[in-house]
């Protein structure tokens, strides 16, 4: 069954503190190389039947993401293996 | 008259809000988010808690609920709105007020008496202030930080769509202080902080809360 998954985060405007509490977690774990971290939702959704790439947008912008604070990505992945 | 106090699935406040309608001498009628049918009301409060688990975003399934879907309708005509904590942010997500609520930059959840400046006495829900008074209400809420862009932010301060303001501190984090805002039109209001907690000398900070219930059925008479 065709998986689509859509990654959802932050816009870069907005202000993350859960992303920075992982920053800061990662500093005292002795990860100092890493200069910034970005948290998000990650949703995985299988489709019946070919995708309908506008619905699946419409689905994305209007109820996964908000799009005032948030931005949304959208991947196919055509051949789920199971 | 009669006000609606829609009850979601994980809504906790709405008793209380029903109680401040009787306070203020309105009639509290309760509604149930699956319906769509808004009992002839002449206006609605939103009230707070954690609708649907707030699982999405705050507020973005109860947005989408068929009650909502009569109350856009509704507020778009001019029904009287107001948004209260979780219902702030269910207004926000329908689209119904600009901007969003996210989390607490602390990341605490935060529960406090708050100083709140009126900078809007003229609308539906504020008329029974000063403009420029000061009340205190309770605030308690984990994603409370109002934010938009600084372009959308700047819009809203220029319409003059800012209601009330954080003055003794900001409690979570939202841009430029603000605590609560309106549509357009002055007829739908949304606020982080609890006005119908602070309605009785006995539970409350003040009674400085009962003034937006008054607001509203002072209008509702004059209309």
Sequence with gaps: MPRVVVDVVLKPEISDPQGQAVLGALGRLGHGGVSSVRQGKHFVLEVEGTPDPAELRQIAETLLANPVIEDVELHLVPEAQD | ?223
């Design chain 2, 1 to 223: 008259m009669r006000i609606g106090v829609i009850t979601f699935p994980g809504s906790l406040d709405d008793v209380d809000a029903a109680r401040a309608v009787r306070l203020a001498g309105g009639e509290a009628v309760a509604l149930w988010h699956a319906d769509d049918d808004l009992a002839g009301v002449d206006a609605v409060v939103l009230p707070g808690g954690f609708s649907y688990g707030d699982y999405l975003r705050a507020g973005a399934i109860a947005a989408r609920a068929p009650m909502m879907r009569t109350v856009v309708a509704q507020a778009r005509q001019g029904l009287p709105v107001l948004g209260i904590c979780n219902g702030f942010q269910v207004l926000c997500e329908a689209g119904l007020l600009p901007g969003a609520l996210t989390r607490n930059s602390h990341l605490h959840f935060r529960n406090r008496d708050q100083g709140l400046l009126v900078e809007r006495a003229d609308t539906a829900w504020t008329s029974s202030y000063e403009q420029g008074q000061t009340i205190v209400v309770p605030v308690k809420n984990g994603e409370g930080r109002y934010v938009g862009s600084d372009a959308d932010l700047d819009a809203l301060e220029g319409e003059g769509r800012v209601v009330v303001r954080y003055v003794g501190g900001n409690p979570n984090g939202s841009s430029r202080d603000i605590a609560g805002v309106t549509s357009a039109d002055g007829r739908v209001v949304g606020l982080m902080p609890h006005p119908e907690h602070a309605v009785e000398v006995l539970t409350g900070p003040s009674v400085d809360g009962l003034g937006f219930f008054t607001s509203v059925l002072t209008g509702l008479v004059a209309a």
